[in-house]
């Protein structure tokens, strides 16, 4: 079973940069693809982006052009690297595996991290 556990959240102000980090346990990364969602408080939770087992990506409409997912097998890690934040993009960022390639539904994905708080705010 695979484990995970995000990390590199935090406080930053408009215009700023994070990179969230999600590193697994448990399992090689390989054979796994990884997605990104958040969550805002009343909000229900969404898909930002996602990489398959390839290095296939995807993103949603709302950060496109602004965060970019990367992994990096050998650290068994993938990256968020998110610009240009702003006010809306404050949520708990939580990462998820589910076999190979991405496939859109988050249903299934089966291990999830328990998140990290990023707040953007002046």
């Known amino acids: 079973q695979l484990q995970l556990v995000e990390s590199g959240g935090g406080l930053v102000q408009p215009g700023g940069s994070l990179r969230l980090s999600c590193v697994a346990s448990g399992s090689t990364l390989d054979n796994y693809a990884i997605g990104w969602f958040r969550q805002a408080p009343g909000r229900e939770r969404e898909e930002v982006s996602c990489?398959?087992?390839?290095?296939?990506?995807a993103y949603a409409d709302s950060v496109k052009g602004r965060f970019t997912i990367s992994r990096d097998n050998a650290k068994n890690t993938v990256y968020l690297q998110m610009n240009d934040l702003k006010p809306e993009d404050t949520a708990v960022y939580s990462c998820a595996s589910e076999y190979y390639y991405c496939s859109g539904d988050e249903k299934a994905f089966g291990s999830w991290g328990q998140g990290t708080q990023v707040t953007v705010s002046s």
């Open positions: 990489i398959g087992s390839s290095g296939v990506s």
